[in-house]
């Protein structure tokens, strides 16, 4: 097999070789199941080293070109008509219940976005700062896991309620933030996300009435909506949600669930305040509502003091409490969990198996093994640390280069800062001009479950970027409100 | 810091060293937030080396006995009351909605079966063997993953539909196999046991009717039970589902969904005729009700030729085709997908969104560098020879211990064999008595919409184990079943 080689083109050798098959491949001049020769063979026939020659064969591989037969060799494979995309199609070809579900599927989901960000566009989106993940201590557990665990941690593993030692230690941790629990009150789940689906799922049905805040975490709303849930909203001012006027909303709609985030609100940064707090609870069991405690960065504290959950103040089985290890260490790994007694724990855990069987059990061991107490408590510490400097670099900048009649409170901890526009500002409007001028926020009016009383907010996540990189897509943001005013 | 250490003792030093701290820590001698000395101290201090001494305090961090705080040392942790397993409450201090909850519970799950197996039980159970699967080769891809990708893994990553690049490679995997895919098609899902729940969320209410094979896959029927559907059957004979029997179904009660197993059945291990795929088709798309086809195990084929997807049958949109890589390589990376053109591909997509955002991505990534379609090619080939030789060796079985009076059908591929017991016995008598005598099986009450038609069966799985223990546990199940007719 002569390949021409050039050594003098810009294309490295193993490209070279890679491109030779493919077009003889794709020509038919190599047909489907003829034997390539062996690395050794044809780099000694090229005079290359064998490492070039492997990583061509593997190239190929990858794509299905060729493949390998154990002890034998690489082989061509057949060729696979791989088709391009999807081919708009007459709406007629498709069948009536196609039809029907496209008419149902609602607004489209945040992710369509339609705009695009020229590169190095500062988005203050997202969680924490992946690049702050101490990805080495990981990769280390990784192998860790490996080694001790073998081929159990790839199993189905913790059926039932999840990896037992990881809710063990998921108990753990509660219980040294002061809630008490138990592993077996404990049901690991694909994220927070996955735990407040499974409540709804047990919980409620198409109509049923939740009680939200408002504004409140977004893709809680698109959950509600996508279950045809009726959503009501509560104000929240700078002590949370507005318990007082909860009475009334409970004795006209009746709702089936309460959904609330107590302590560092997403997006608004507020905590609920402990008088309201029991206040809620107090009316939550009057009229026989669960309250599902969604605790995604209560530990995220930056500067005054800690506020009991309120799982903490449940007499028995009147709150739902869920948290994740998401914000705190990386959102890829899917992992987070709810803590319930009483009988509605088993019909969790049993929504939970019928809708996935069970959470990845490598993730579950490499969480369990990688998140003591101690070493949990050392990473909140740095990123306590780091995001409290972040979150005064953003109020710096706001001061610097946003208009003076912005307003927003100062968050106590978490990522979020919520921001009012200048009057008569819209967010919507805002948006695509900042994401022109490349820089990114997340608009108000996915927060509350009319859009429309969102536009004049935005809101900024400090965590993900550094002080000067803060400070830069502050700037740009203050020039695109002043074009804006003009 | 004096410790007392024996060196005869059969507890080794770091063990010792362990119960010390442990003992001094629990009693109040080291009150919280001690310092211990550090590694190099004590080790100098007791004459032994660090690496012991280091132990201890790694065994002693795990347990959240002490923490360290970097770059300073480690204290002594808070002693954290880990409440022991829930205590029995009157039932009268639950919220009433709770003891709903409780009421609308159902038959409990299988897996809270309630009988004990002795060690050394044979369990005709579960999937593929996990001794066979390639734990090294996968265990260096995922070493090369997080080489390559970095952080970029552990980020929430292929929002939307998945990770791209596995799409791709699943599109390719399926064209492989004569199903024209598109990546565009293809949604990564936790499992195939979430893509069953996506479209019943997405397509079906409660009280809408669902069509199933009888006997059928167990966890479907489990999810299609929990989500209030009501379950139709149609039975199955050596050609699969008797779809002559569906037209007045059809015509009764209006189904808004039909799942079916077309290839080597679950729990059945029968094939669907050609003609019978074309007649399904047909009578799906005039009566205007999606399919569910389920191909957990099409490539596992020991002999007969392959026959085409229903999928592949279909002129576009009628079929929502789904499979999972747990049968072919370990169920713990619960990783599946399901292929779907139509307006109802944007729908499932904002399902899994709303349902747990993403799934894992390192899992993702790592799965697409594993599997290229060579290696997946090369994966199958030793399973399906491994297996037929197990289910060669469950026949030779059933003949040389079983009464002559069970039956079943050999089947040409998947996991399962399916055995109807002799006259008048049933399973649900038959398991205690089994598992008490170390061999256990799937009773056939688990895969029929009504359990009592399923008595007279039972599962085997012959893919787990070797021929010698295959013998062995039908051995075993023929002494218990002499026992039973006498």
């Not at 941790?173 to 049901?187: C, K, R, T």
Request: glycine share 8%; hydrophobic share 40%; net charge neutral.
């Amino acid at each position: 097999m002569r390949i021409p080689l050039d050594p003098n083109s810009r294309l490295p050798l193993f490209r070279q070789i890679e491109t030779w098959f493919r077009s003889n491949i794709e020509s038919g001049n190599l047909p489907v199941d003829t034997k390539l020769p062996s690395t050794r063979e044809l780099a000694d026939e090229l005079g290359i080293s064998r490492i070039t020659v492997k990583n061509a064969y593997s190239n190929l591989e990858s794509d299905g070109v060729v493949y390998t037969r154990e002890g034998s060799g690489t082989y061509v494979a057949p060729l696979i008509p791989v088709m391009d995309g999807r081919v708009p199609r007459p709406p007629e070809s498709w069948p009536l219940w196609q039809l029907e579900a496209a008419g149902e599927s609602g607004p489209p989901l945040e992710f369509s976005w339609p705009f695009k960000t020229p590169d190095g566009t500062i988005a203050f989106i997202g969680v924490g700062d992946p690049r702050e993940f101490p990805l080495q201590d990981f990769e280390r557990t990784v192998r860790e896991v490996f080694r001790r665990d073998g081929i159990n941690a790839l199993e189905y593993g913790g059926l039932h309620a999840g990896y037992f030692p990881l809710r063990g230690t998921i108990a753990h941790i509660l219980s040294s933030q002061g809630i008490a629990a138990s592993p077996d009150e404990v049901l690991v789940t694909a994220g927070s996300q996955q735990a407040l689906a499974l409540v709804c799922q047990t919980l409620l049905k198409p109509d049923d009435v939740v009680v939200v805040e408002k504004p409140t975490y977004n893709f809680a709303l698109e959950l509600f909506r996508s279950l045809k849930l009726k959503i009501v909203g509560i104000p929240v001012d700078p002590q949370g949600m507005q318990v007082e006027l909860l009475e009334p909303v409970l004795q006209q709609y009746h709702p089936r669930l309460i959904y609330t985030m107590p302590v560092f609100q997403n997006p608004s940064g507020m905590c609920m305040s402990v008088p309201r707090r029991r206040l809620l609870l107090e009316l939550a069991d009057r009229y026989n509502v669960p309250i599902l405690e969604d605790d995604f960065a209560s530990d995220l504290r930056y500067e005054a003091k800690s506020l009991p959950a309120i799982k903490s103040l449940d007499p028995g089985g009147r709150v739902i409490y869920t948290g994740t290890f998401s914000k705190m260490l990386m959102p890829g790994l899917r992992i987070g969990y709810l803590l319930a007694e009483g009988p509605v724990f088993d019909r969790l855990v049993r929504q939970k198996w019928v809708q996935d069987l069970a959470t990845s059990n490598l993730m579950q061991h490499v969480l369990n093994t990688y998140v003591t107490v101690g070493r949990y408590q050392a990473h909140l510490r740095r990123s306590t640390r780091l995001y409290r400097k972040r979150r005064d670099a953003l109020q710096a900048a706001i001061r610097t280069h946003l208009p003076q009649d912005v307003f927003y409170a100062v968050p106590h901890g978490g990522l979020f800062l919520w921001l009012r526009l200048p009057q008569g500002m819209s967010s919507m409007d805002l948006l695509p001009l900042a994401m022109q001028a490349g820089v990114e926020f997340s608009p108000g009016t996915r927060y509350f479950p009319d859009p429309d009383e969102g536009k004049p907010f935005i809101r900024l996540n400090f965590a993900t970027h550094t002080p000067v990189e803060i400070n830069e897509g502050i700037r740009r943001l203050g020039e695109v409100m002043l074009k804006l005013m003009k």
